[in-house]
């Protein structure tokens, strides 16, 4: 007679944005012990290098424009490899919770009776400005900062983001997954507000060695990524701290193994 396998574990890790090194030591130490490992497009792949030869790899792929496996096949993924016994870590790029669709996936897992544990990343409408050097607050400039969607822009009825509330306030504005909406969503600020000449930011493949930063002014940033060639993945950053760019240090330490 077989024995049936204990049901194993879901973890749910931030790998945070595209430097490997940023993973949390819980996120790198679960992954250690993963069965399998079921990758997002925008997790930082290096991680998988270091994986055994047994550890099973799903890509789960989710391009903007294309999807390996649909959110439904992913979470049914994750019960069924826990149910068979297998410890299985659901690897994403920056935080879970944020845009990640995380929660859906820890609802699927509770509902399911599967163990779930949540490891928060660093996420990237935080951590790819900090690695262009800019502070998504800052003391005496401002004391707010709001992470939206880009996704659906804001003339779209199905658009549930105040951008009046945005456009009218001092704080930051942190767009993801805003290329495309960049145009309509920084003209429409501008019309329903902040002035034209706010200092503007959009930060692609941060963490990546081909990180890029345009700076310029919202009334212009839009033309200014399109000139650049901008592609997806990018933050968006519009408010008075793109203005710290210039002054704080975005180089990294080398690594001991790099020399002196
Ligand atoms: C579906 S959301 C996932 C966000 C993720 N959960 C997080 O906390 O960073 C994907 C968007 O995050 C942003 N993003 C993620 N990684 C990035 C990176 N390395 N560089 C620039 N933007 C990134 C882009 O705006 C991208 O379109």
Redesign the pocket.
């Known amino acids: 007679m077989t024995e049936r396998p204990a049901t194993g574990w879901v973890a749910l890790v ?1 790998g945070g ?2 430097d490997p090194g940023l993973i949390t030591v819980r996120g790198a130490e679960l992954l250690r012990r993963a069965d399998v490992v079921v990758v997002d497009r ?1 997790a930082p792949r290096a991680l998988l290098d270091e994986l055994g030869p047994t550890v099973e790899i799903v890509d789960a792929g ?1 391009s ?1 424009h294309g999807h390996n496996l649909t959110q439904d096949a992913i979470n049914l993924l994750l019960v069924e490899r826990a149910r068979g016994g297998r410890n299985v870590v659901r690897l ?5 919770f ?3 669709r995380g929660g859906e996936e820890a609802l699927v897992c509770a509902a399911a009776g599967i163990r779930c544990e949540v490891v928060p ?1 660093v ?3 935080v ?2 400005p900090a690695r262009a050097g800019i502070p998504v607050t800052h003391r005496g400039i401002t004391q707010d900062v709001s992470i939206v969607s880009g996704h659906v822009d804001p003339s779209h009825p199905g658009s549930t983001t105040d951008w009046t509330a945005l456009a009218t306030g001092p704080g930051t504005i942190i ?5 495309g909406t960049l145009p309509r969503i920084a003209a429409e600020l501008v019309k329903r507000g902040r002035p034209a000449s706010t200092p503007a930011a959009v ?6 060695d081909d ?1 890029l930063t345009i700076v310029g002014e919202l009334g212009t940033i839009a033309a200014d990524a399109q000139a650049a060639d901008v592609a ?4 968006v950053v519009i408010g008075e701290v793109v203005r710290l760019r210039g002054a704080v240090p975005r180089d990294r330490i080398a690594d001991p193994a790099d020399g002196p």
């Open positions: 931030g944005p595209g925008l989710k903007p994403k790029g920056g935080d879970p944020v845009f990640g990343g996420t990237s409408a951590g790819v767009v993801l997954m805003g290329v930060v692609c493949s941060g963490g990546d990180q997806p993945p990018a933050v």
